[in-house]
């Protein structure tokens, strides 16, 4: 457990490197990350390296035992590169070519940026695989789609479609081109889905491809960046900023070749403030490679470009601090040293002001830092695990975003829903990949499984047969593979496990309506409605209201050895409460606890030692009922079962004695534990 900064010495006067490092020693900081947008400064002229500078910076911070972390420089390619290859630029949806003047100003296919980017990563790779202070590498800078229209994209589109089909008649059928006389003749007929008569309404089945594509487009980029590095510096690990609950690219696809996920959490910015911080977008992080994180990039201060954000206090942000940590984040870098005084981010607050005087922030960096370094003795090692997982794919996000059918239907707010009633109840919850082993969950939940393959059917299936307790939504199965509508009663392919038919639908948006559950209460709903037909599910609400008054809304299965519940309609969080608390006492779930609203709890473990964290992120102090007998490590005692958090206030607590509940009878609980100490180990190696 430690902390460290993103450190720019390219952006001040040598004269200040010094006292930089003096500070950065006193705030407890032992890595740093650095030189990934100093294109212009290491290759000043085309093939003319200048490493000094960073050779210079690197010996004085190893000779304090401060670490490295080194990114490729590749988000900001130098003036002299586009001019000589203008073709760099990416070109729009009008096919207008963008300038110079910001960063991520390159079309990720061009093959001179490819050929220009893979000489200075070798370049780097090959000067610091042996320095000492060097310990990995960040590839470029929190990468997404390659989002370009150029004529080498275009070519290379079709080309990765041929690979794909195969025959042109192939992509005819499954895009079903007959549709408004899109046939195509030759490969070169197909288009980009860039700027046409009606606008952004392509078929989708050639835009869910686009977005593979370009996600793909980013993979392979990275690649030869990682292929490189691993050749030249076999010692050394690499990683990538990632963005939370980004969702233009396959981050599962981004991360399969690095050693571990990093990420950038900002979650009070100029345009959207969460003051609850981002367990969701950590646990996302977490669950794309399920093991431990970095954080790369944490919130620092007051955020923004042109216009600021509010500013957070230092206590909240020790708060937002912790909560990384608590969902499983090993080291929390912060963004970054000095306040820039030149550039785009001039008023994105670092460490330092632009006065470079330790301040309240530098104060604050540095408790936290202290408390990271005590605690580092019992948190080593440890790792999240939990029993319920939420199921999240890419082409789930691409296909909401091409059709997003009714508002209120987004894949983040649907998540969310499920979400926030289950960290209500202070349990660990894992994001992951549908391909994940599924028998170590008791609860698995599908958001809107709207593209759905006969693999991920045959996998549910399995997992609910097996014991497992499984939630679906509406608008689950409705398209196949390449975004074409299924045409077997929805929810296809899942229907028979569910027991129930989708017999009609409506499309509410913002429009309310409402249901009842089997206890009486009423909740409201929006965004969709399912009327359902019963196939040998039962009713659990009913629709009270609207044209489906009367019809059943959420339904109960029993299949093999577990159970689905299918969600046909999108409520206010109260249903998802009642009806989550339900189903978690149904698949003995816990220990759970009450907590009040703005209070994250999440607990990290290894062999023999549970640890709770929790974190008020609200303004006053709250009480919070804790289950068994906790031991501080940071915070107050518990007093007669309940722990005062002061405003913004943070505890750590070892758990002596909490009841084993987890190891219960759900599917796969007897080889969890031999599968959570091959996670141990390869957490372990990971990060050693
Ligand atoms: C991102 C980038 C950083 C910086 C910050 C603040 O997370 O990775 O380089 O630009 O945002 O804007
Ligand atoms: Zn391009």
Redesign the pocket.
Known sequence: MRIGV?YYPEQCDESCWAEDIALMRAAEISVVRMA??AWSRLEPAEGSYEFSWLDRILDKLHAVGIQAVLGTPT?TPPAWLHARFPEIFPADKRQYRLGFGT?EQRCLNNPDMRAHGRRIVEALARHYAKHPAVIGWQTD??LAANLCYCPICADKFRTWLKDKYGFLEAVNAAWGTAFWSQEYSDWSHIPLPWEAKCGDHHNPSLQLEFRRFQSQSTVEFQQEQIDIIRKHAPNHFITH?L?GTHSSMDYYELARNLDFVSW?N?PI?PWSEDPFGSPLAADVMRGIKQRNVWV??QQNGI?G?NTLGRRPTGEWLRCAAWQTVAHGADTVVF??WRTAAHG??QY?HGVLNHDGKPRRRFREVAAFGWEMRVLSDPLDGTEVRSDVAILNAYDQHYAFEIQPQAEGLSVWRQVGLHYTALKKCGLNVDVIPPNAELGRYRLLIAPSWYILSEGDAARLTEYVRQGGTLILNARTGVKDCVNACRTQPLPTLLGEMAGIEVDDYDPLGKAECTVRISDGREYTVAAWADALTLNGASAIAHYTRGVFAGEPAITCHEFGLGCVYYFGTFGEAGLYDALLGRILDEASIGPRMNLPEGVDANWREKDGARFLILCNFNPEERTVAVPGALLPLLGEAPHEGSVVLPAYGVGVYEAVGVEEVRKGTGPGASDSDAHAEGLTAASARAHS
């Open positions: 993103d990934e947008f988000a960063r800078n929190e900023n963005m950038d900002y910015n790369m990039e955020t470009w963004f970054r785009t981010e994105w």
